[in-house]
């Protein structure tokens, strides 16, 4: 489903990855790797936010031929979010909402799943690191996305959070929704099924999986 060929990307002169040709099946998948090797440059490269040399493409759209249409089926939240200090999480769901062409009702089920809606009125500026997550991940569900890419998840989350994020993710796989997860934490801790485990090590990508 998610195809990259001939990937590489650099900053400026100094080259961070070389992936030659790697397919993500349908599923739910864990990247690691240690600190600096390169997982968020992927995935903000992947969800089209960085550019790269090589193509990614996701059942069959092309993120640069097909740029509209590969968005709206691949979204992206990122490790240590920030938003517009003076927006608030309402006005941002609803605006991603739109954007996203997310079905009727859904932004509510996912202010409700997530709790939010004590805070939801005021400004992002005035949210502890938990908040900002949790803002960050309902906007990371939101539309009808193949492929939801989410770098370090469970980070800043109570337990509660935390068991939130792994149903969520389970009970949307299920509606044939794939994830690609970062987490420097065991994926145990929020005994969520995996089918696959990679790792990037020295600008390479490799599979752990059996
Ligand atoms: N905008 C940038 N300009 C130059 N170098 C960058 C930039 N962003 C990241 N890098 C470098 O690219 C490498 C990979 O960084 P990246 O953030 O992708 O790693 P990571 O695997 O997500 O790390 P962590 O686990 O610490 O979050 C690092 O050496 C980093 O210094």
Same mark, same amino acid.
Request: hydrophobic content about 40%; glycine content about 6%; aromatic content about 8%.
């Given at each position: ?55 990614? =493409? ?116 299920? =509606? ?35």
């Amino acid at each position: 489903m998610l195809t990259l060929h001939s990937f590489q990307k650099s900053y400026g002169d100094r080259p961070i990855l070389t992936i030659p040709d790697w397919q993500l099946p349908p599923g739910i998948h864990w990247l690691k790797g240690p600190n600096g090797a390169g997982k968020t440059t992927l995935f903000r490269s992947i969800a089209g936010l960085l550019p790269h040399e090589g193509t990614s =493409q996701l059942n069959g759209l092309d993120s640069r031929r097909d740029a509209v249409a590969y968005r709206l089926r691949i979204n992206y939240a990122e490790a240590e979010p920030t938003f517009p200090p003076l927006l608030t999480a309402h006005e941002i769901i609803r605006w991603v909402a739109d954007a996203k062409q997310a079905p009727a009702r859904q932004a509510d089920e996912l202010i409700a799943t997530f709790d939010i809606a004590s805070y939801m009125h005021t400004p992002v500026s005035t949210y502890s690191s938990g908040m900002l997550k949790k803002t960050s991940l309902i906007v990371a569900f939101l539309g009808k996305p193949d492929l939801i890419l989410l770098d370090e998840p469970l980070v800043t989350l109570d337990v509660t959070a935390t068991q939130t994020v792994a149903r969520l993710i389970e009970s949307t796989h299920r =509606q044939s929704v794939s994830f690609l997860l970062s987490s420097h934490q065991a994926m145990e801790t929020a005994q969520l099924p995996i089918d696959s485990v990679w790792e990037i090590w020295g600008g390479r990508l490799s599979s752990l999986s059996a």
